[in-house]
């Protein structure tokens, strides 16, 4: 099993900044990738970004790309997501996760709430 604690989120105006983090444990050596997903509310959970614990790869989806900048901690097996320029749609509660591929999780996180502000 993996556990993943996310950490971060918060309250912030819109045009701010807010760096997510996700702290993973447990049977890491079988994680190959990690992904941050996220849910609104009435909403399916979508991608958001992920990054291959092995290369470094990273893929954005297209509403992140420019603004959201994921990246890793082989060390501290944490994964961060930096998010700027934030919009109200933006707004979300957002999952870590973890699995084998890029983009697909077999394990999550709580999820931890961003708010967006207008």
């Known amino acids: 099993q993996v556990q993943l604690v996310e950490s971060g989120g918060g309250l912030v105006q819109a045009g701010g900044s807010l760096r997510l983090s996700c702290a993973a444990s447990?049977?890491?050596?079988?994680?190959?990738?990690m992904n941050w997903f996220r849910q609104s509310p009435g909403k399916e959970r979508e991608f958001v970004a992920a990054?291959?614990?092995?290369?470094?790869?990273?893929y954005y989806t297209n509403s992140a790309k420019g603004r959201f900048t994921i990246s890793r901690d082989n060390a501290k097996i944490t994964v961060y997501l930096q998010m700027n320029n934030l919009k109200p749609e933006d707004t979300a509660v957002y999952y870590c996760?973890?699995?084998?591929?890029?983009?697909?999780?077999?394990?999550w996180g709580q999820g931890t709430q961003v708010t967006v502000s207008s």
């Open positions: 996760g973890a699995g084998r591929h890029l983009g697909s999780s077999d394990y």
């Open positions: 447990g049977r890491t050596f079988d994680i190959y990738a």
């Open positions: 990054i291959s614990t092995t290369d470094g790869r990273t």
